[in-house]
């Protein structure tokens, strides 16, 4: 999603006399950020999480799959609207921002139940994410010598 903003160059709404069909290749690198509405990153983030935690459900949990949908996917679709109200993305931002996080949602899931014993799965299964002292985040890696079953 952020390439994408970098490359499309499209205006945000809240901008003075902007116009939603103003494209402009590269004008979304731009450190302002005034030219980064497609896609809108904040639905893509939710409805990726949204997709790929359903898809677990439909997996591990299938008579809860349903609630767990509807509960995801509401959620996702109120970071949506909240953009909306906010006027920080156009109509279009949202629905394509929504469309590229169910894809990578569902794909993440797809490539991870294909291949279970990718090394990228076997790195991060030890890694651990907590807050750090002040502000920011702490992250670790566990790696086990011993010849148990976490090999």
Do not use: C
Not at 18 to 28: E, L
Not at 84 to 95: E, F, G, K, M, P
């Amino acid at each position: 999603g952020f390439v994408l903003k970098g490359a499309v160059g499209r205006p945000l709404p809240r901008q003075h006399s902007a116009d939603a069909d103003s494209y402009k290749f590269g004008r979304g690198i731009r450190v302002d950020g005034n030219w980064q509405a497609l896609p809108s990153g904040h639905p893509l983030a939710a409805f990726s999480v949204a997709s790929a935690l359903t898809a677990e459900a439909q997996w591990l949990w299938p008579a809860a799959a349903g609630f767990v949908g509807a509960l995801t996917y509401g959620t996702a679709a109120a970071a949506g609207i909240s953009r909306l109200y906010n006027n920080a993305h156009w109509v279009s931002d949202i629905i394509f921002g929504a469309g590229i996080g169910v894809f990578s949602g569902v794909k993440t899931v797809e490539y991870a139940r294909t291949h279970p014993n990718n090394w990228f799965d076997r790195v991060l299964a030890h890694a651990a994410v907590s807050p750090a002292p002040g502000r920011g985040m702490t992250v670790g890696l566990h790696f086990s010598t011993s010849g148990g079953a976490n090999r």
